[in-house]
């Protein structure tokens, strides 16, 4: 049996439990198992956890069920704040254990008093559901709540001060957005959890956490698969699709019986087009606006290829290959080490050199075309050229390298400084491999090693 309540109070935290669960699925399935994408997931999780209590108000009519399912979420929601700590001192590489510590024993505590009249008293009923009466532990969890998430922001505030670059700075404004925005839909809980008939709008947190994911995808803070960007924009479209149809036709219901059946008809008809020019118009743009890099990216690999086409110069290749993932990837700099009439050395500008013998251009062959600089610095694969390649990552302030071969020789490195976004996606590595690929197969039908 269903209760009474209508049942447009219901579509919030419905929302808000469907981001939230399909962003930490995705997260930890497309992602990979790093405590950063683990702590991602649990904070997603935490952010909708009151969503399913809300909606369980239009399904059970049972107090003392209500009552019993309540104390169960609130088991697990009181570690919020430590997953916010977790997560927050991951991100910004904080090292204060201590208060780690301290969160777990207030989240430990409060769990075990859950169950108790100490934590939920009863329920305070409105027209749009139940709210939990909290006891003095209820209280407390607030306070310690509220103390997390003002740390949370002066941590995020204190770190968007010294830092330097704009692309980080923007995601850490992001973040506060979003961790403030949760914050403020919290608190004005408290009007319900006081006695006050006033809609929760915790029950909202879907709107804070797809501005977390955005940002977080935007800047790639997490390693996380470019499908979640799809999925991202496919619960965006729904939400923005669903909230004005739904609340049309509840608001509007009422009034659908004293309207003449023509109009009504012409009613229909107009919202139809409306909805189909959302669907065929508005759905473009979104797509287009998330797309746009990996329509970028095939656009700029199909131009590469026609133009390296009637080439018959190395420079002009080399400096193509340079100018295409300067452009195309929006590095500040792409820095070209180019192997001179089939000597030993790598030249590079200013005078730079680098020496090559049998085993770096051996270990190079047999690795991708692209490496970045943690994998040369962490891998045993490159241990034995690691010193001389990383002094030019070090003078050159390059995060990634690319090599170049021409008929199984090596022809260049490429070093690229500066990028414009904190990680390096596997589409656009795709893109490198591509274009070198292509550049290989030119350069094989060029004279080798060209002055």
Known sequence: MFSNFPPVYMIPPLLSFIVGITLAVISIVKGRLKTENVLFTLLCIGWTLLSPVFISHHLLTSKAQIITFERFIHFFYVFLPLVHLLFIHKILNIKRNYLIVISSIFSIFLAFVTFTEYYIQGLYEYSWGYIAKGGIAFQFFGIYGFAVLVYMLYCLLANLKRETDSVKRLSNSYMILSFAGMGVLTIFNLPAINGIDLYPAGNFSFIPLSVLAYGILRYRLLDIKSFLHITVVRIISLVIFLLPNWAVFYYARPFFSKIDSVLLFFIFAFWFLVNYLYLTRVQTKLDNKFYRIK??????????????????????????????????????????????????????????????????????????????????????????????????????????MISLFQNNKLFALLFLSGSSYTRITKDEINFINTILISASAKLSGLNAFDE
């Open 295 to 400: 329509f970028k990216l095939k656009l700029s690999e199909i131009e590469f290829s026609e133009t390296i086409r009637p080439m018959s110069d190395n420079n002009e290749l080399v400096e193509k290959i340079r100018l295409t993932l300067k452009e195309t990837l929006e590095f500040d700099s792409v820095t070209i080490f180019k192997r001179i009439d089939g000597g030993n050395l790598l030249l590079g500008p200013l005078g730079y050199q680098i020496a090559v013998n049998t085993e770096i251009e051996e270990t190079l062959f047999h690795a991708n075309h692209f490496v970045d600089r943690k994998t040369i610095e962490a891998n045993p694969q490159y241990a034995s050229i690691s010193e001389k390649i990383l002094r030019a990552f070090s003078s050159l302030k390059s995060a990634y």
